[in-house]
């Protein structure tokens, strides 16, 4: 049981360019969330799912975009990489009491 | 809005030293609290958690408990290990609307042998 499991673990991208990360759960969850965590701020909401087919915006969604797949699959877009986006993404899915549980996250570099 | 503040870090102990991380929150409602431990390279995991007030987490050792008179949930240890050396997270959720968590700064933990 694998719980959350994100892909790449690393990522390097020239300003400018195209990537998407990818996150999928096997707990069977309605809801997902993708967050950021930057040195001093904690981690912040970027855009969540609660079900199938749903995306609603977070505290920081500029410069991104989602797509919920189908209930295992939710990924984050970064249609043009700038060096702002420089961080570690964790994709995220609440239990029964609202924990949330965590991939193992993406570090991404944007040059 | 929701808000959490943690103690800056890095709080650096001996081992067997006594821990205390402070955390204080704002919100609306009845939040669930929760502490969040990361360890190098991984990503976060539930270290304990406490749903309404006068309640005490624990687990491994740590302990929090829910004031709400001082809005406060303070991450405690009686004798801190070298393998405590982490992040921790203080986090609230109100379970209204998305029901994300909202997360402090973080306090980097540093035990020496």
């Known amino acids: 049981n694998a719980g959350v499991t994100q892909t790449p673990k690393f990522q390097v991208l020239k300003t400018g360019q195209s990537m998407t990360l990818q996150c999928a759960q096997d707990?069977?969850?309605?809801?997902m969330y993708w967050y950021r965590q930057d040195p001093g701020m904690g981690l912040r909401l970027i855009y969540y799912s609660a079900s199938e087919g749903t995306t609603d915006k977070g505290e920081v969604p500029n410069g991104y975009n989602v797509s919920r797949l189908n209930k295992r699959e939710f990924s984050l877009r970064l249609e043009s990489a700038a060096p702002s986006q420089t961080s570690v993404y964790f994709c995220?899915?609440?239990?029964?009491?609202?924990?949330?549980?965590f991939g193992q996250g993406t570090r991404l570099t944007v040059v | 809005g929701n808000s959490v503040t943690q103690m800056e870090g890095p709080v650096t102990l001996s081992e067997e030293a006594f821990l205390t991380i402070n955390c204080t929150y704002t919100a609306t409602g009845y939040p669930s609290l929760f502490w969040y431990v990361q360890y190098p390279g991984e990503g976060l995991q539930l270290l304990l958690k406490a749903t309404k007030a006068d309640d005490k987490g624990s687990n491994k050792g740590f302990e929090a408990t829910y004031r709400k008179e001082t809005t406060s949930f303070h991450l405690e240890k009686g004798s801190v290990q070298v393998s405590d050396s982490a992040v921790y997270f203080c986090?609230?959720?109100?379970?209204?609307?998305?029901?994300?968590?909202?997360f402090g700064s973080g306090t980097r933990l540093q035990v020496q042998p």
């Open positions: 707990m069977n969850h309605n809801s």
């Open positions: 986090a609230l959720s109100d379970y209204t609307g998305r029901r994300a968590l909202t």
């Open positions: 995220a899915t609440p239990g029964q009491n609202t924990e949330a549980f």
